[in-house]
């Protein structure tokens, strides 16, 4: 498993993170069994949020842990707020981003978040009351650092401008077969759709100013149009290709999916979905794998995107 110090933080995070988006379909046990079988591979990450399964999952989670306070120092625990799911709105005002925070600590059983990220953006923004959430946030311990997810450059520089604290993490949708915030950059002047810029430089943005990606959906491809490993209809070539590599290093396909974000020299972690041990290995197979230049290119284009 490969470690990284989080830019901004004191925390040294596996690049493997654990998502519990799902662990509500799964029985207390079995929760329990795959939060251990995550540790036993090196992920020392785990990603939440107040939405997932309407605020059960993380309950279930610290239930299922019977979190203590040893247990608790061993994990990097993140969880995102600022949808308001019953209503169908985004909410970041102070009242709002205020209780989420308790409700979340109360349900995972911790007394405080190592990060904090506001989920959605959310066009009614008022900066200056954000930064009085996170001012009171940080002063009384329940969060250390903080973030955002599925925000663009301009969206982040509007929210930094008003904070004490630097964001550390934006959390965004990167798959092999979903890599809008690649593509522009590759196809820059070429008059194609793989030419327009959709994220508004959002990868190079965050390399420079030190905020770590962590991609979610990594097997999804569009906005949940289904997963691509295996599906040879759809996605032949890729397939072909991943089956290839994954014959190469002796690992299976899960593992090279994961391994083509993981070479990036962004460091972007990768946020797992599974709720099946076996899967959470293989996916962690691909932690370290090197891909050469070579391969990581050959992926990207057997996704059908253009190198020109």
């Given at each position: ?196 810029n959709r994220d508004n430089s959002v ?106």
């Open positions: 498993m490969k470690y990284t110090k989080m830019p901004g933080t004191d925390l040294t995070a596996s690049n493997i993170i654990m998502g519990n988006m799902r662990i509500d379909a799964l029985p207390a046990t079995e929760i329990g069994k795959l939060v251990r079988s995550a540790q036993d591979l090196g992920i020392n990450f785990f990603d939440h949020a107040d939405i997932y399964g309407n605020g059960e999952c993380e309950a279930l989670f610290s239930q299922a842990l019977s979190m203590n306070s040893s247990m608790r120092e061993k994990m990097i625990i993140q969880s995102k707020c600022g949808i308001n799911k019953n209503d169908g709105y985004y909410d970041f005002s102070k009242d709002h981003i205020l209780s989420s925070v308790d409700g979340i600590l109360s349900r995972l059983n911790t007394d405080y978040l190592d990060i904090l990220l506001l989920h959605r953006p959310d066009p009614l923004m008022e900066p200056d009351e954000v930064s009085q959430a996170f001012d009171e946030l940080e002063k009384s311990g329940k969060v250390r650092y903080f973030g955002v997810s599925n925000h663009n450059p301009m969206q982040i520089e509007l929210l930094q401008q008003a904070l004490s604290q630097k964001l550390v993490v934006n959390q965004v949708q990167l798959s092999i077969a979903h890599t809008p915030i690649i593509d522009s950059g590759v196809a820059l002047n070429m008059g194609v759709d793989q030419s327009i990868l190079e943005y965050c390399r420079l100013h030190d905020i770590t990606l962590q991609a979610w959906s990594p097997f999804q491809t569009g906005f949940f149009e289904g997963v691509f490993v295996g599906d040879t209809e759809r996605f032949p070539e890729l397939n072909a290709e991943l089956d290839r590599l994954a014959a190469k290093y002796g690992v299976s396909p899960d593992a090279i999916a994961v391994a083509w974000i993981t070479r990036h020299p962004a460091d972007i972690q990768v946020v797992t979905g599974t709720t099946k041990a076996r899967r959470l290995q293989k996916m962690s197979d691909g932690s370290e794998i090197p891909l050469t230049r070579a391969e990581w290119y050959a992926l990207y284009k057997a996704a059908g995107n253009m190198v020109p």
